[in-house]
């Protein structure tokens, strides 16, 4: 066989792909034999039937196999394949021949070497439709005998050759009526007359009919909608009247169905009665449910638009068949794998009829109370997965139910529910049931059916392979999305919202048991999903509600701290809810009542729920400024004295605390709370910032003594969730009613900003700290492996190694695969590629890479967070030395994962389109010049040098400096680095593109003059004398971007000119 698939080969030749044969082998009985003339068809098709034969013995080995499968593919290019196919379709081949034999024929077909023309396609179509017609396809006239296998394929080579290799319907019009009349004969005529339609429906489909051009799709879809009529006559005829009761029969007829549904209107099957039928099968045979239910997705996911114009009743009539077996669906304990998939299927059908047909259904109230009652019953299913399904039905049954008034349109009274919707006494408590996030304890609100808990857990066995937790995520989406399309209608608002007063009085005050928590998490859950959509609109019984609500959820016990912990998730959540409050005049109470639960979670609670408490207080400090502007003081003055109790999360809480105070929208009002709160801080920082700008200092501190690293490390946090969270308003006339604006632009104290930042002080004041700690921890803890940290000696660098080149295990975790980086249980254990050495107390090294990790991170995310604080920094009398000396430094000596923390955390942030925002194009401009030219080579050396050094042989044996060894694992992690550290230098050069060109050197502005200068230098766009086009490399002339101009009072359209 070997040397037969060398010596035969295809060649090019004058008259295109030619066959030339050097000799060929066959397989036979395991032996080689010669061949003499392969041009030969019987010979070809002899050679055919010996690979066939190979690839269907079981003994045959693989090697074997596949090259016996090789040649059968080759053969289809072969200029005597379909006469050789020919040979093989006869009864005295093999079946297995026969099927390639088949097969070979509906390929050369489908690709165009039978061209209708053709004298030998003539001969194909007679042979073909003379198999069917006279029953030769069997060499006893009983096509029983004919394995199924061997008829699918000989349907499809026949239905192929009728698409394109005859003009059919009008190139052989005897083909249909001979078929249909052949196949009254018996129940396997009938079966193959249905199969070829099935496949002609298939192939009109295909990619390949694209070939033949659109002309030839449209007129057999046209023969076959003009004739369906009389295929549907045919159908019912073999299935009903002649075959009853034939299984191969009946199957066939179904997936004729579901191909003709991309065919054919589904008005054309509802006047022949196939939806009728094919609901008889769906309650009577189990064997073809799950075809049947395909075939009614397939019919009913499309628009119907026009079937509902054309046939209103047929299709009500269908409707209402279906939804009277979704009344079926029903499980219980003895509920069987099939019976599932069946009900599983119905809410697929139903959901996507929904999504197809949304403006067909907002013009029927009757289809909608149809489709809710459906909705309804499925939401009562006991499985999540048939519950995601009926959550996704019901936002489109609701916003068709209440649609949402037009903006633009006349006022209109809001809608009312309709009758069959029952928000607070069916659709709510369904609603809790789904929201449950296990089996759920007693159910009171209306009967489940009979063994509901056995059910839902046989059901999750089922759905095994699905990600029920992703699921039960999902199906939480849906009820948000459920309680926004409730939203126009203010009466079904108040009814949710008083079912709510009813329920979690109950689920949040229960006893404490095994199943209090489920019930808890239940109705937290369905509250926070309503939360976000009442506004001030939905009327004040609404607004009372939600008031009512928010002071039951704050007296509710907690009877454990997981109790506790998913209570100040769902306050962190209810921010706007309090603001909706204040604007109807009812939110300062309740903000205080949250603050006051939140600040003695903070003072009494343990570590954890310490921490979710403050996030909860930074969450509705920025989601509800009109519910803390008058109780802002007495929020600070409660918040200040818990600063010191709380050293490891005070950052949290300065957070909160400067986040609360921009609802005051007042320039000096923040300004002194920023300095009230932050002053205290800041004279901490500049002996400790002066201490520890040594590098020796900082390494003895990490090897000895560890609180005043840890003490910076503290103090960045509070200055970086300063600088990020202290913003200006963005409308322009509350800027100026607040005292944010900048009159005079130009003057020597804010030289180029626009609008002051209450932090500016304070990041003045911290900026020359941070800049010496940031230019002292990269020379005393190099990363990279190549450099020794500078003032130290041998002794005390060789301790450090252990801290510098193994990465701390969250480090270590972002540089692992997405996979295991979602990991996030406690028990993972993450491989230390370089362990601690022997004698050494892991704990404390574990610690110190900790403590090194985090420091680092927040001195970049404080630098990024400070340049947007531009009055206080861009306007630095000392920021070009800074940026020279320390800030642009940073990337020398880094491992390639702090270079991508480097140009993430600062300069993404800084270069991004909402950067510098408040400076003028000068400045920006300025800015830009001094830092780019330094910042871009300097990025993209530090990452080739990573590639170079990951491009060498045995990089493994290269020993860094100190005599380090990059063991494998090292190199995995330098690998993955220099990939990720890549990819966000290409983003920030991207970026840099796509927000504009950046200008020539100039000097950086540090006073007016200085701007004034810059400006000058700068072409403007009200500079008549702009610069000449510039050419590119592919010769076209391209003009430099304008730019707006620099005055104060109209900001840059883009932050990069």
Not at 790 to 802: C, E, I, R
Request: proline share 8%; net charge neutral; charged share 20%.
């Amino acid at each position: 066989l070997k040397r037969f698939y060398d010596q035969g080969e295809i060649a090019e030749g004058r008259g295109g792909r030619r066959w030339r044969a050097r000799g060929a082998s066959g397989v036979r009985d395991g032996r080689l034999r010669r061949v003499a003339n392969m041009e030969d068809p019987g010979v070809l098709a002899e050679q055919l039937s010996e690979a066939i034969r190979v690839i269907g013995e079981p003994q045959t080995a693989p090697a074997l196999r596949r090259q016996a499968n090789e040649f059968v593919l080759l053969i289809r290019e072969h200029p005597s394949a379909v006469a050789a196919a020919l040979r093989l379709t006869a009864p005295a081949a093999s079946p297995l021949a026969r099927f390639f034999a088949f097969r070979l024929l509906a390929v050369a077909a489908s690709e165009g070497r039978l061209p209708p023309q053709d004298p030998r396609t003539a001969e194909v179509r007679a042979l073909l439709l003379d198999m069917f017609v006279n029953s030769t396809l069997s060499a006893s006239g009983n096509l029983q005998e004919v394995p199924s296998f061997v008829c699918e394929k000989y349907t499809q080579a026949l239905a192929n050759v009728a698409v394109y290799s005859s003009e059919w319907p009008a190139g052989w019009p005897q083909l249909q009526q001979q078929l249909l009349e052949a196949g009254r004969g018996s129940r396997v005529h009938a079966t193959l007359a249905l199969n070829f339609f099935r496949n002609i429906s298939e192939a009109i489909q295909s990619d390949e009919i694209s070939r033949l051009g659109t002309p030839r799709r449209k007129a057999l879809q046209a023969h076959l909608r003009d004739t369906s009529q009389e295929l549907f006559q045919f159908l019912a005829m073999a299935v009903v009247s002649l075959f009853p009761g034939a299984p191969e029969l009946e199957r066939s007829a179904v997936l004729l169905v579901t191909e003709l549904a991309s065919v054919l209107p589904l008005r054309a099957f509802l006047a022949a009665d196939v939806d009728s039928w094919l609901r008889a099968k769906l309650l009577g045979d189990a064997a073809v449910r799950g075809a049947v239910l395909e075939a009614f997705t397939e019919l009913l996911a499309k628009d119907a638009a026009k079937d509902f114009k054309d046939a209103p009743e047929r299709m009500m009539q269908l409707l209402a068949g279906i939804c009277e077996l979704i009344v079926h669906c029903q499980g219980g304990p003895s509920l069987t794998a099939d019976e599932y998939e069946v009900h599983r299927g119905m809410s697929v059908l139903v959901r996507d009829f929904l999504e197809y047909n949304k403006p067909s259904v907002e013009r029927r109230p009757e289809l909608q109370a149809l489709l809710h009652g459906a909705a309804a019953n499925f939401l009562r299913y006991p499985s999540v997965c048939v519950q995601l399904e009926a959550t996704s039905m019901l936002p489109h049954l609701l916003r068709a139910s209440l649609p949402e008034p037009s903006k633009t349109g006349p006022k209109v009274e809001p809608p009312s529910p309709p009758a069959w919707l029952r928000v607070k006494e069916e659709l709510m408590p369904l609603l809790f049931l789904c929201a449950h996030r296990r089996v759920p304890p007693t159910f009171d609100y209306f009967a489940l059916p009979a063994g509901y808990l056995q059910a839902l857990v046989a059901t999750s066995e089922l759905d095994a392979e699905e990600d029920l937790p992703g699921v039960q995520m999902a199906i939480k989406g849906r009820l948000r999305e459920t309680m926004a399309a409730l939203m126009p209608s203010p009466a079904a608002t108040l009814a949710a919202l008083q079912f709510l007063q009813e329920l979690l009085p109950r689920a949040l005050g229960a006893a404490p048991d095994s199943s209090t928590f489920l019930t808890y998490e239940a109705a937290l859950s369905l509250f926070e999903c309503l939360v976000p959509y009442v506004k001030a609109k939905s009327g004040p019984q609404a607004l009372e509600s939600l008031r009512a609500l928010l002071s039951i959820t704050l007296q509710a016990p907690a009877h454990s701290p997981e109790h506790e912990g998913r209570r100040l998730e769902f306050l962190g959540r209810a921010g706007g809810a309090l603001d909706e409050l204040a604007e109807g005049g009812a939110g300062g109470p309740e903000a205080i009542a949250l603050f006051q639960h939140v600040f003695k979670v903070v003072e009494s609670g343990h570590q954890e729920l310490r921490r979710k408490a403050l996030v909860c207080c930074v969450a509705v400090c920025k989601a509800a400024p009109r519910a803390i502007r008058p109780v802002l003081q007495a929020l600070v003055d409660t918040a200040v004295g818990l600063l010191k109790c709380i050293p490891e999360e005070q950052h949290i809480l300065c957070e909160a605390l400067v986040a609360a105070s921009t609802s005051a929208q007042n320039f000096d009002a923040q300004q002194g709370l920023i300095q009230n709160l932050l002053g205290p801080l800041v004279a901490q920082w500049t002996p400790l910032a002066e201490s520890l700008a040594a590098p020796g200092k900082l390494a003895s501190c990490l090897l000895g003594d560890r609180a005043e690293l840890a003490s910076a490390h503290s103090l960045l946090q509070c200055f970086w969730a300063c600088f990020r969270s202290s913003t200006v308003p963005s409308r322009p006339e509350v800027a100026a009613a607040g005292g944010f604006a900048i009159e005079n632009a130009g003057s020597a104290e804010f030289s180029g900003v626009t609008l002051r930042n209450p932090a500016a002080g304070i990041a003045a004041a911290v900026l020359p700290g941070l800049a010496a700690v940031f230019r002292a921890f990269h020379a005393a803890f190099p990363s990279d492996g190549t450099r020794q940290p500078a003032g130290l000696d041998q002794a005390s660098a060789a301790k450090l190694q252990t801290y510098l080149f193994g990465l701390d295990k969250e480090e270590v975790k972002a540089l692992t695969s997405s996979l295991d980086a979602k990991r996030n249980d406690e028990g993972d254990t993450w491989s230390d590629p370089l362990p601690p050495p022997p004698g050494e107390d892991a704990g404390r090294v574990l610690q110190g890479r900790q403590l090194v990790s985090g420091m680092r991170s927040t001195l970049y995310k404080c630098l990024g967070a400070a340049f947007g604080v531009q009055d206080g920094v861009l306007t630095h009398p000392e920021l070009a030395s800074m940026l020279n000396a320390s800030f642009l430094e940073g990337l020398e000596g880094a491992h390639p994962y702090h270079v991508e923390l480097q140009l993430r955390n600062i300069w993404l942030v800084t270069f991004a389109p909402s950067g510098l925002q408040t400076a003028s194009v000068a400045l920006r401009r300025s800015f830009a010049a001094a830092v780019l030219p330094r910042l871009l080579p300097a990025a993209a050396a530090a990452l080739q040098r990573s590639w170079q050094r990951l491009q060498q042989p045995d990089a493994s044996q290269h020993p860094a400096s100190g005599g380090f060894a990059w063991t494998p694992p090292l190199l995995a992690l330098l690998c993955t680095g220099t990939v990720m550290a890549s990819r966000t230098f290409v983003e920030l050069a991207a970026g840099l593109a796509m927000h504009g060109a950046v200008p020539g050197p100039s000097p950086l502005v540090t006073g007016a003059p200085a701007a004034a200068a810059a400006a000058a230098a700068l072409p403007s766009s009200s500079d008549p004398s702009d610069p000449k086009p510039r050419q590119v490399p592919n010769g076209r002339s391209q003009s430099p971007c304008r730019e707006p101009s620099s005055s104060s009072s109209s900001p840059a359209l883009w932050p990069w000119p």
